[in-house]
């Protein structure tokens, strides 16, 4: 559902609607946002049921070569892995990503994606059967790009700690975080030096690290008639293969279920590809990593409902999760 009523004084808003004369579309669509958060989603509908979904991109997080590269792995995923992402809808034109200014921006890539049924599950739902279909999808996912050879030009961002918590982080600094006063960041900074040091020794062996979707949680997740889809690939990039189970839990890494959902994800990989426990008792590490770079995104992206939302409280969980791994992994 459309997130808001139709806003026609904002400027994204007036792009979307104006850019979908750049499709062949039925008469009378209307694009409505959806989502915003490292881009604008909008929901197209047109009399009669047809839908589609357009994503409008944020300036200067990828370039053109970026988004050619996630469409060529969407397009493998579901040509060669039986993962069923969604189709690109190409332009009036053949192209598969347009460009259109709102009225007094900067030009954005735009990409209109066919749509697929489902409903985003809910954190109160029973989450066991779509993690384990989940747990199933990423081992498919990690599987193909152990042996696919991308196309000449292939780029995508890089998750590893380095691109996280180094110098120049994608998504900024967790010091920078709401929230991190001096108790929190020498907290938070012994929680950093564990992890980068558990990191070191895991190691990136091809069997740990490569191409993988990066941004599986629940707001990128479709559940339909017992089957689970994985959408949005924007984030897909190069890291470990188990940082994909730790951003299932994105924002709710606190929550009593956590541990539970684990197995459930564990069962279906372990269907689909072998798993050694060395690496199931690494999985806390990479739920912390994931848990540093939400510190920084919502710092970087105050701007969004989420991090509005839950800016009060996340530093201090996040100050409870640290203890807690420390008191283990210190």
């Known amino acids: 559902m459309p997130l808001t009523d139709p806003r026609p004084s904002d400027p994204l808003d007036v792009l979307a609607q104006r850019a979908l004369s750049l499709w062949e579309l039925p008469a009378g669509a209307r694009a409505d946002l959806i989502n915003l958060s490292e881009n604008a989603t909008y929901l197209v509908t047109a009399p009669g049921g047809w839908k589609s979904v357009l994503r409008v991109h944020r300036v200067g997080y990828h370039t053109r070569q970026a988004i050619e590269s996630e469409l060529a792995w969407m397009d493998a995923l579901r040509l060669d892995a039986g993962v069923p992402t969604p189709p690109v809808i190409a332009t009036r034109t053949g192209a598969r ?3 259109m200014a709102p009225p007094g921006g900067s030009v954005r890539d735009l990409v209109m994606f066919a749509f697929i049924e489902g409903r985003e599950p809910a954190v ?9 279909r989940l747990g199933e999808i990423s081992a498919r996912l990690h599987l193909h790009a152990m042996k696919w050879t991308p196309p ?3 780029v995508r961002l890089t998750w590893d700690d380095a691109a996280i918590l180094g110098a120049a982080p994608v998504w900024g600094h967790w010091r920078d975080g709401p929230g991190v006063d ?3 960041e020498a907290l938070l900074g012994r929680l950093e030096t564990a992890v980068r040091a558990r990191l070191a020794r895991y190691g990136k062996a ?3 690290y490569g191409l993988i979707h990066a941004d599986v949680r ?3 997740l479709l559940v339909q008639n017992g089957e689970t889809r994985v959408i949005d690939f924007d984030d897909s990039g190069f890291g470990w293969f188990l940082y994909d189970v730790a951003t299932a839990f994105s924002f709710v890494e606190n929550h009593p279920k956590v541990p539970e959902w684990t197995q459930s994800w564990l069962e279906g990989y372990r269907r689909v590809r072998r798993l050694p426990e060395e690496d199931v008792r690494e999985i806390p590490t990479f739920i912390m990593l994931r848990r540093l770079a939400l510190l920084a995104w919502i710092g970087s992206h105050a701007e969004t409902d989420t991090a509005r939302e839950l800016a009060p409280s996340f530093a201090a969980i996040s100050c409870d999760l640290a203890e807690h791994y420390l008191s283990r992994f210190g």
């Open 218 to 220: 629940l707001a990128n």
């Open 206 to 208: 091809r069997d740990r």
């Open 152 to 154: 000449p030009g292939f």
């Open 124 to 132: 109160e739902d029973d989450l066991n059967a779509p993690l384990l």
């Open 182 to 184: 001096a108790g929190a």
């Open 97 to 99: 990503i347009a460009e």
